[in-house]
């Protein structure tokens, strides 16, 4: 037997293996379908259906690859929207993989059509709910996807389907939802990587609430929504095109790779301190780890991407794209950007300052212009008093309330966000750029004593 | 953070490891520690602290193994018994892992001074229970291993344990024990891979007693016990040896296999019908599934084992082999038992029947004896009408019972046991033996009309 | 740089990856394309061109594969035929992969386009022949794939490319075969897994030759050529299906692999005494490690094809098949033939015996048919006495020669092919056969005073 | 049969294995041995036998580790010198693996007691030449070993081997050496990565010489010589200390590095474009790329080493150092100089700037100190016009030649060596340093005008 959960880093997003007596199936799976293949074949199973929680907006669902690779049969949630794949389940609907038995809930509120699937263990007991974006560790699914003006009705909806729905099931049962923590589906999931409903049901502050009133004031909210998200709803409803092998990325000498950069985006994913050293004129930073969180803010589908990285992660950084539609990747810099100051090809820097530093030029000057980039909750909970508060994803269209004649200090909580700002900035022709590295957590540990 | 279940297959023995910022600690380590020692390190995490259930008596624990690989501190159970290593966890006890809290609370019953260790999440609530042998997914740790003479008293120890101690830490907690299906710690643990506290307050039969005379009644049972037992908790109060490396299982070419057989315990791990087939005459049967289960009744630790084995398998024979502390291991035929019989040295067989060729020849003769080698449980829930009933570990002691002069076809479910049976009767010199292949399920699923 | 050589066992074909300075190249690739992706990607190299030394006869080309995934351009030889993909090689064109020059040279024999490529070390210097099946280590490539009115005029162009075009390079050279010890593409193949154009010129037969009429009387022969070589050269030309990922084997359970028996060919590929032990009605005997050989001359292209096997060679399994063009792969059993077993479903059998008993009975009896299956000049090399011979792949020819009122004995070296025959005999309604198990290798190792 | 190579990266060391019908021998084998105890466990093969062609001085030998690990018997050369492990090879003395002859022959001039090692094929026919450190691609051993007053003597042995004993072996011997290109025991040594006794005769340099003068004149010359050649040789006497399970390296949070920071030395693995944005005060910088080649000239064996690097690396690094004896390895920064910038501690820069830059400050300035700390021939082939030669491990010896009051522009091929410096430089208290990024290489790729 495979109960198995597998995490797509960067995404948070948590698909499951399940599989008894020689059958599989896979609940919301991501596009690179390898690891599903390979323990089903290792556990002498083949996969024979695909369970969709709801049209996913963060990813690309990898169901049609896997009706490709083994035929199974795949349902999917939303009934109501028209897909081109697959069956739409029904509530209530039950479905045997070996000794178990998978049914169906209709638990509508993050989308109007989404499912939750009960799972009973071998004895036909009630065990597992695969509850998608309906209800996290730690929070719920947003509601606001439809728009503002569906927000009260989605909540409402979310409300019957948690207190009504899932809580009823019973403490005992183990949720096992689409998102761990760091997902853009839930700013405030937990970090309790496994959980069950009584868990949830004491302990998540959406399942404390009095009333449904007072879940929709705290829920019923309209949160930032990445622009690529529109692409994945699009493709997840055509089903995305179906590739069966991985792209690959191409190793690139420094001289081919400036041919290709008239027409490309450079996307950098070396950290901070690397990219502060030197980087190629142009370049976004977008450190490997947080990636998949910002290619679908920033990148454009439809030019090619070049990228500067550590050639190990060349692969990893073909999945992560891979994953969220981004079919252009034009290659990488062969031997990372050493490759690239040996061949004496044009460089720029972004200086990298301390906590302690920073903090001696503003007593002592004070002609600093301090650019609090973080989102507008982090930014209230507390930052640097001078600070502007511009949310990294809307520097660009607010390029003019940047002044060009100060040192421009762009801060963030540990340095990331802030050097991805600096980055965009920098291409925009912004000069006098100044990092704080480390970011605010390292402004805390030190002792200055400029107040916070 | 890691959260991760380690099944050791045969033995169902689980271990985990828990790891948060860069911390971690093991809960009832197995002997091969590679694993532990990989992922942590994967994480960026070191093993600082090892804690162990109970003095185990089915495989040697590896907690020495870790303290001499990264220094870990070892915290053991069962304080009252003459440990040479580690240091008694105490009731109440509580250490952080990084953010995760584990707290010991004292649940005796399977041993006098059993602990679980309750884990809880990131945010302080109680998330976790390291069951041990105190509670398992359908079934209870046994109460038997102290003798007879205490029996009533450790069932009611066990009783306290689990519902005044276990069961209150409530229904949505995380189960997760040192064993799952299939281990001779516990014959009636459920395929119920993953579990709650809740679960098994309502689908465990010893969480459905009424009183504890009632539990103390189903429960309280003198159950099998492997000759390999006594080894085992010797070995881990001293303290297993620590060896760094997995020792190697040499090939061996037929000659030097055969030089080596006049001193040593042949051992064919190949399945009941490439054994039939053809195999080395002396050799015991057992299938490398079942190899963990029957090694440690059927062999002695003071002679050197030669293995006839799929090569492909020799590492996880040694495993195996190691986990349970069996050191002598004299290797393995080279290229399996093609070699041996291309070399033409001396061969033995065992006929393998049909389900409807042991019919007729029964409805024809009559003179067959049937010698069903299942556990008594099973013996006495259904099988053949004039089958004897020996079990497979006590033949060696009932050799006299077993007729000379008539066909005797030994029987156990699936085929495996009675192999392994007839193996050790063949080994003792007697002739005329027929297998019914696939055992009495092959004899279930055919249309034999001879009364079951 | 990466200089590597890839054997597909079983075929003993060798392919070969060579890269530098991020460009890489393969020499005959097999179907199975991802060894060569992931090694070129673990050297930052893309692959950028192919190159084929002949058409190939033994197996299927992965050039389309490679071209399709990294967009290389392909190289084929034998320019006069009608090939609907790449573009041909011509005598004398040269490449650079990075800083290693190689040149083709047109080496005609083999095939009449037959092209050598020589490969130059990063400083210009010759150093490594790729000898496609012109030269191999101990033997030369056949010559009569265009049939027995042209073999002469292909040994003399073979004549040709040896002595004037590749023995001239210098005894120096590393000479790089498409073939090792093993492949139907030349018997006579030496186990010498590494060479050089000295060895071969010193201690290789065909080139101690006096004269080109000697080379003809030694060389030009009429050798075995199973039927699938005519698919193999068929697609070879067209270009093989592209298809991405390897085909998955479904596993199957009794019932489902009993359902599909009627329409499909049923393969085992446990070992002989397996084989001999349990087997399903009509199945035949193809040891895995022999199977890539054998899978040609008995099996139909047309209809799906169902396996008995080791469940963990699944994925091998697939593998060999697509390397030779089977895409009907109907599954295989799942947990292998233990679970038929169980199941109760029908079984065969095939008796072994020993050289003794063989030769007990001889002496006794008299009345076996002792049927000796291997190729003829093995046959002419010694066998028992009073043996018939009938080629393994003749046997379904011949069917009327064996008598079906004897006890027949299938005969050949190890016991490997003579299952096969038997199980093909068993499958016509053969009966009463019995096998020589390790074969004549175990009779000559026994102590047998019967007249070999 | 196996035939392998295994190469230690960074000491570009080559080891061998080679196995034949179940016997195993490693030829010069690494402290690390799990390679080839997996490869030959994977042939079925037990490692019998060690070779070692002489007493290494560049790394430890993993002879002992092999001797506990499957009981091989160990055959070292040099036998005048006192071993404390294994047995001295003889001149002419043959060994058996599998069908495979081995024949130790006497090649003196390296070391004394210098051994090859002739293996034949296994038709008996003379085949490969394991020529450890006497013949390498296109350089020849080291013959100031022993110290200046015998480096004619040495020179003059191993003319005698190479002229009257190797090269008369023939030219289709396949020769392989104990080194490839980047070695420190060959500074001329060819990417041409498998190679020829022809090849050598024909296109080595050393073998090109007219007479035993000639060949002194060309290759009898006192080398660089890093101080922990001497540990490594006494080590390889005793035989280094057998552990088993390679170490593990800590991950440390940056509290726990901090503290262990005083009594230790830091080494920074990452690239010379991080190392120079932000690093730790007093670390030294050695890109894992060049760390084996420096950590023997800069690192002392009786302190603690602390590391920064790619977490990822941790592994590579515990080898590197393993193979070269460190055994002091106190841990590495968990989650690498991002957690250090982070937690706010403090750190240092080092600039980087680039060729354009540079040639306009020497334009406009002048006052610049350029330091080029190549290797004296590196020197002498080229460099900038006015730049001061102090050999990077010269520095320390030499720090009162490099001026504090200027600014000091570190200079070497591509920059690693030349941070290096910086960072000792740096350590040592002088500031006003500048990198030239990319080094000499980007110069010479700008167009500066600045004559080179």
């Known amino acids: 037997m495979i109960f198995k959960r597998y995490e797509s880093e960067g995404l948070a997003h948590y698909s499951y293996l399940i599989a008894d007596e020689g059958q599989a199936a896979v609940i919301d799976p991501r596009r690179d379908i390898d690891v599903y293949l390979q323990d089903a074949a290792h556990d002498q199973a083949y996969i024979c259906r695909v369970f969709e929680t709801h049209r996913n907006e963060d990813y690309l669902i990898g169901s049609c690859e896997i009706e490709e690779a083994t035929g199974a049969e795949v349902f999917h949630a939303d009934k109501q929207w028209d897909y081109r794949y697959g069956t739409p389940a029904e509530d209530g609907q039950a479905w045997m993989i070996g000794r178990l038995k998978?049914?169906?809930?209709?638990?509508?509120?993050?989308?109007?059509?989404?499912?939750?699937?009960?799972?009973?263990?071998?004895?036909?007991?009630?065990?597992?709910?695969?509850?998608?974006?309906?209800?996290?560790?730690?929070?719920?699914?947003?509601?606001?996807?439809?728009?503002e003006e569906r927000l009260e009705e989605m909540a409402r909806l979310l409300y019957d389907s948690i207190?009504?729905?899932?809580?009823?099931?019973?403490?005992?049962?183990?949720?096992?939802?689409?998102?761990?923590?760091?997902?853009?589906?839930?700013?405030?999931?937990?970090?309790?990587?496994?959980?069950?409903?009584?868990?949830?049901?004491?302990?998540?502050?959406?399942?404390?609430?009095?009333?449904?009133?007072?879940?929709?004031?705290?829920?019923a909210q309209m949160l930032e929504r990445p622009p690529y998200f529109r692409k994945m709803e699009v493709l997840n409803l055509e089903g995305p095109p179906v590739v069966g092998r991985l792209p690959i990325l191409s190793p690139l000498s420094p001289e081919d790779f400036g041919k290709l950069m008239p027409q490309a985006q450079i996307v950098?994913?070396?950290?901070?301190?690397?990219?502060?050293?030197?980087?190629?004129?142009?370049?976004?930073?977008?450190?490997?780890?947080?990636?998949?969180?910002?290619?679908?803010?920033?990148?454009d589908y439809d030019r090619p991407i070049l990228f500067v990285c550590d050639p190990e992660n060349a692969e990893d950084i073909v999945r992560i794209m891979f994953r969220i539609g981004f079919d252009k990747l034009a290659g990488y810099l062969r031997e990372g950007i050493l490759s690239w100051v040996v061949s004496g090809k044009p460089i720029e820097k972004l200086s990298l300052v301390t906590a302690i530093e920073l903090c001696e030029s503003m007593k002592t000057d004070g002609d600093q212009f301090l650019l609090d980039v973080r989102a507008e909750e982090e930014f209230k909970g507390g930052g640097l008093k001078h600070a502007k508060h511009i949310h990294l994803t809307e520097i660009l269209e607010n390029l003019e309330l940047i002044p060009k004649d100060k040192s421009v200090f762009p801060l963030c909580r540990s340095g990331n966000r802030s050097m991805l700002a600096a980055s965009i900035l920098q291409r925009e022709g912004l000069e006098n750029m100044k990092l704080l590295t480390g970011g605010l957590s390292a402004w805390q540990a030190s002792d200055c004593d400029f107040e916070l």
């Not at 699937?117 to 004895?123: E, G, K, T």
């Not at 994913?269 to 370049?283: A, K, L, N, Y």
Request: aromatic share 10%.
């Open 102 to 147: 998978i049914r169906a809930i209709h638990t509508p509120g993050h989308t109007p059509g989404s499912m939750c699937y009960l799972m009973h263990d071998p004895n036909g007991n009630p065990w597992v709910l695969f509850s998608g974006d309906a209800l996290f560790s730690g929070d719920a699914g947003r509601v606001d996807l439809l728009g």
């Open 163 to 219: 207190f009504n729905k899932i809580l009823p099931l019973g403490d005992s049962i183990i949720l096992c939802p689409a998102h761990g923590a760091g997902s853009v589906c839930g700013s405030k999931i937990m970090e309790r990587t496994w959980t069950t409903i009584g868990m949830e049901r004491m302990y998540n502050p959406v399942c404390q609430v009095e009333s449904e009133q007072a879940f929709i004031d705290l829920h």
């Open 268 to 299: 950098d994913t070396r950290d901070q301190v690397s990219f502060g050293g030197v980087h190629i004129p142009g370049s976004l930073s977008m450190w490997d780890h947080v990636l998949p969180g910002f290619a679908g803010w920033f990148l």
